[in-house]
């Protein structure tokens, strides 16, 4: 499936749960890189989800807009250039973790652009693999959840609870809308 390029870049509104709107959040970028049928991801080697495949992404830095990150941090941790331009906006995810109360708001963007050649940086381990062959066992588990939407060209805005790093209490992904339908959701079961 091929990716429409948008005419504009229009961001994909977050999806708040009740009562969060005051919660301090921290934003982030995570790109998907997509080329003939597969998905580049990196093993991440050193900060946060270390021994995790993930997509390319990080903190959005001051001055930025969500399209510069993403595309800063694709070169820094496997050397291709993305344009900012380049890259559509598939999805903005708000993870929360019981034992932190800052919030991370990650923008999702997804691409088929691009120059270069990928290599291993200090930070990231690239690797191609099949859309329908991901390492499920040594990803975030919200991934098995999220990706096939992204891949197959469905916009979401979403919710994850939890415990921990491996455990997902409860999620909640919907279309990008104020009225938008509920496309996938697990509700905490707490008893």
Known sequence: MSIQKMSSI?????????????????????????????????????????????????????????HEAAAREIEEECGLVVKPEDLEEFGVILFEFLDNPILMEVHVFVTEKFTGIVHETDEMKPKWFPEDGFPHSQMWPD?????????????????????????????????????????????????
């Open 10 to 66: 229009e961001p994909v509104p977050l999806y708040l749960p009740p009562g969060f709107e005051d919660r301090t959040r921290k934003r982030y970028t995570l790109a998907l890189i997509k080329q003939n049928g597969q998905v580049l991801l990196g093993l991440k080697k050193r900060g946060f989800g270390i021994g995790l495949w993930n997509g390319f992404g990080g903190k959005i830095e001051p001055g930025e807009t969500d």
């Open 143 to 191: 991934d098995e959840v999220w990706y096939p939407l992204c891949l197959r060209g469905q916009k979401f805005s979403g919710y994850f609870l939890f415990q921990g790093h491996t455990e997902i209490i409860s999620y909640i992904l919907r279309e990008p809308s104020p009225n938008g339908k509920t496309l996938l959701e697990k509700q905490a079961n707490l008893n």
